[in-house]
């Protein structure tokens, strides 16, 4: 056939190009280097993987479905921290973040953090150099609402001299915004927002008024400015008053662990068995 060759090049064309497989990121951390190997495209059973090494001896491994790293100093003094991120995949969740350092003169683990499907932001809160971690938990996801109308519930991690622990209270304004934006969006929706919407926004709202030390001024203020014009909303709050307060307890610290190990994410129990 002499138009064998013309039609194959024909159906070749119409193929899909080759997808070029994403390259490894190299990172220097001090004299450690930290390479980030991509999940390969379109493999979604592979995993990625962070791999920390000295020369050639290999520190830690970090494996996920997708993994990347930056360096954030979260303790003063000495090198940046490094933070190494795993997403899970899916729809909405989840993240994890590790974080280690080297100020110790070896590389030790400074945190484990179950960011869930909110995820941390690194910010300097106060100037000094060193970052905080603003954490938006999601412990009030699902509670009696659909995930769309979850509030966030705003805490932050911050160095204390001897770890990573709970500094909300230093920065108490975070929460206290996050609380104001749910009130305005209660009052404001009392006539249009569905039920579900204005529970939710009732609920981000008391919990971050908690979580900012100021949760007998939250429920002043729903005495004198909501429950005066909806009793359904009353009767939810006596209701769920104390669920409420229960997802405010351990936050942030609750979603953090401290663990040495040479390769993460952690095996679970049945597999150290």
Request: net charge neutral; glycine share 10%.
């Amino acid at each position: 056939m002499k138009n064998a060759p013309v039609l194959l090049a024909a159906l070749l064309s119409l193929l899909p190009p080759a997808r070029a497989e994403p390259a490894p990121q190299v990172l220097k951390w001090g004299n450690l280097t930290v390479t980030v190997t991509p999940r390969p495209a379109e493999n979604f059973e592979a995993e990625a993987r962070a791999v920390v090494k000295n020369g050639t001896r290999t520190v830690l491994t970090v494996k996920g479905w997708n993994v990347a790293a930056e360096l954030q100093p979260l303790r003063p003094g000495g090198l940046p921290e490094l933070v190494l991120s795993t997403y899970s995949g899916g729809a909405h969740c989840c993240v994890t973040y590790y974080a280690f350092t080297q100020d110790t003169g070896s590389v030790e683990n400074l945190a484990i953090i179950e960011g869930g499907n909110y995820g941390v932001r690194f910010m300097d809160l106060n100037g000094d150099g060193t970052k905080e971690l603003l954490f938006a938990s999601d412990t009030l996801a699902y509670y009696d609402w659909s995930f769309a109308t979850s509030p966030a519930l705003l805490t932050v991690l911050g160095w204390d001299g001897v770890r990573l622990a709970d500094r909300t209270r230093a920065y108490a304004y975070i929460p206290a915004q996050e609380a104001g934006r749910n009130l305005r969006d209660l009052l404001n929706g009392l006539g249009s927002l569905s039920a579900e919407e204005l529970r939710a926004r009732l609920g981000g709202y008391y919990a971050n008024m908690i979580l900012a030390g100021q949760g007998t001024q939250a429920e002043q203020v729903l005495r004198a400015q909501v429950f005066t014009k909806s009793a359904p909303l009353r009767d939810w709050f006596r209701q769920h008053r104390t669920g409420l307060i229960n997802a405010t307890y351990a936050q942030p610290e609750g979603r953090m662990q401290a663990v040495n190990s040479p390769t993460y994410p952690l095996p679970s129990p049945q597999e150290g068995q």
